[in-house]
């Protein structure tokens, strides 16, 4: 039969603004989370990482905030650039698991 | 330090032939992931080798297989291609402890005709 897409959440804004990226996680036993960009035929690239007995971590015009009371993970980009044109994904790791589970992904599209 | 690199960058291959993916870790990593990446299924787990064994494996039918060496290099083979083996393959190295960040390479891009 026909494969359905992966028909990705899009997020459009303009050059400048700031950019909030949403991932609502499963596992409420997971206990670290990474976010991933991955630019147009490249590989995922790590961006910033959180382990859960933080609620916020800050990094260079990146911060990561997690609310495990949901189980939501956010990607904040302060004045987003044409350059983090991308798609983002959240991923999660539970218990010292090797493996993580990859969120679907969300691309970001910077208007200049 | 060297990121991971993988070898080749693109492949095309025909239906019914085989292909091998070379991949190289980081530096002092241990643990190599291989992921399959396509616009239909996203990004999805083949397996994960470790100290040259196979410690986690994904759903893909046994045509794909894989190993490691002991210089921790891994490669990933697929045997009796299908069209549907067309996608982006990601390897991925980490220390090999648990619940620790996985790096990626840039990919082998395999069409298959």
């Known amino acids: 039969g026909e494969s359905v897409g992966l028909h990705l959440p899009t997020l459009s804004v303009q050059e400048g603004d700031n950019s909030i990226i949403n991932c609502a996680y499963s596992?409420?036993?997971?206990?670290?989370f990474i976010w991933y960009k991955q630019e147009s035929g490249k590989g995922p690239q790590f961006i910033i990482d959180?382990?859960?007995?933080?609620d916020k971590r800050q990094g260079q015009r990146v911060t990561v905030l997690l609310n495990k009371t949901v189980k939501h993970l956010s990607l904040q980009i302060a004045a987003t650039q044409p350059g983090d044109s991308a798609v983002y994904f959240c991923?999660?790791?539970?218990?010292?698991?090797?493996?993580?589970?990859f969120g679907r992904g969300t691309s970001l599209i910077v208007h200049p | 330090k060297a990121g991971v690199t993988q070898t080749p960058r693109y492949l095309i291959k025909t239906r019914g032939q085989q292909v091998t993916l070379s991949c190289s870790p980081i530096?002092?990593?241990?643990?190599v992931s291989w992921y399959q990446q396509t616009p239909g299924q996203g990004l999805q787990f083949l397996f994960e080798?470790?100290?040259?064994?196979?410690?986690n494996k994904g759903n893909f039918p046994g045509r794909f297989s894989g190993r490691q060496f002991s210089n921790s290099r891994s490669e990933m083979n697929v045997s009796t291609l299908e069209l549907g083996d067309s996608a982006l393959y990601l390897c991925?190295?980490?220390?090999?402890?648990?619940?620790?960040?996985?790096?990626f390479g840039p990919g082998t891009r395999l069409l298959v005709l």
């Open positions: 991925a190295s980490s220390s090999g402890k648990g619940g620790e960040t996985q790096y």
């Open positions: 596992n409420s036993a997971s206990d670290y």
């Open positions: 959180i382990r859960s007995n933080m």
């Open positions: 991923a999660e790791i539970s218990g010292g698991s090797y493996i993580p589970t």
């Open positions: 530096s002092g990593h241990r643990s």
């Open positions: 080798y470790f100290s040259e064994t196979q410690r």
